[in-house]
């Protein structure tokens, strides 16, 4: 293996640049001179301002944070050695593959899945929160702030394995990042998702199915290889629900913060729905070799 700086899929995010970013010992650079700093946690943030605005949809520091317990807790531990599972053993052509995680939260998918398999790893997440905490914990890791509903800051057809668990993703940027076959994979909520949780604090038991609309936005883009599902179900005490409530899309409301107190022990079932997808062949890819 020769010394060479490792090639990067990241892509300048000023407008009509596009070039690719290098990565210095303080800050991410492209031939056109526009600089991007390291935080000194190690990510770095590549939101121009017209995505700042944006920016407080990101999760907060109590959001990233309540997962993390959770995941420390052995909650949602089904879903991250599932996805991980899978993407460890996609056949890549290349040795040392890129893999990017859009929406990567706490970092811990694409931890784990460097763990076992060799990649260059990219996550990004809109939250400056979560891509602090995944450089701590995952240092030897990219972790770029930039939202992954828009346009990608990546190179065109420079990622072998794109990630996104309970993201949101745009496919066409999705389609133009990847290789010739290359691989989406995607987790979402299944219906009975928190059913338990939402029956109690929402008074309803409302199963909303996401899939087949998942499916018709990908069908242009991406053709369905494999379709699973991945459930477990724990007894959680009112300190895990309410990191439950922080961590997921009912965010910290104070009403329902007030009916988990009322609660006690509460069985409940995590539930996605896993979608592996190929990339249908671009006029714009370069052929497969
Ligand atoms: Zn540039």
């Not at 700042?52 to 317990?69: F, M, Y």
């Not at 006690?264 to 896993?274: I, K």
Request: aromatic share 4%; glycine share 8%; with cysteine.
């Amino acid at each position: 293996m020769g010394n060479r700086a490792p090639a990067s899929a990241l892509a300048c995010t000023v407008r009509a640049c596009g070039q690719p970013l290098t990565r210095g010992d303080r800050a991410w650079t492209c031939p056109g001179g526009h600089t991007f700093d390291i935080a000194r946690s190690g990510y770095v943030n590549l939101l121009q301002p017209q995505d700042r605005r944006s920016a407080s949809a990101g999760d907060s520091k109590a959001s990233v944070e309540a997962r993390a317990r959770l995941l420390d807790r052995g909650v949602g531990r089904a879903l991250v050695d599932d996805i991980v599972r899978r993407a460890a053993a996609l056949d890549v052509a290349d040795r040392l593959p890129v893999v990017v995680d859009l929406g990567s939260g706490s970092g811990d998918v694409l931890g784990e899945l460097a763990g076992v398999r060799s990649i260059e790893g990219i996550g990004i997440d809109l939250s400056t929160a979560a891509a602090e905490h995944a450089a701590h914990t995952f240092p030897t890791l990219t972790w770029v702030v930039a939202n992954a509903d828009r346009r990608l800051p990546l190179l065109d057809h420079s990622v072998s394995i794109l990630v996104s668990v309970h993201g949101r993703r745009n496919p066409s940027e999705c389609a133009r990042a990847l290789k010739t076959n290359g691989w989406l994979l995607v987790a979402i909520p299944a219906p009975d998702d928190l059913v338990e949780l939402r029956e109690r604090v929402q008074g309803a038991r409302v199963e909303r199915d996401r899939g087949d609309a998942l499916l018709a936005e990908h069908a242009p883009f991406f053709t369905l290889r494999e379709r699973g599902v991945v459930r477990e179900r724990s007894r959680l005490d009112r300190d895990a629900l309410k990191d439950l409530l922080r961590g997921t899309y009912r965010g910290e409301r104070r009403r329902d913060a007030e009916r988990v107190d009322a609660l006690g022990d509460l069985d409940v079932t995590l539930a996605s729905e896993v979608f592996l997808f190929t990339a249908l062949p671009s006029p714009l890819a370069p052929s497969a070799s």
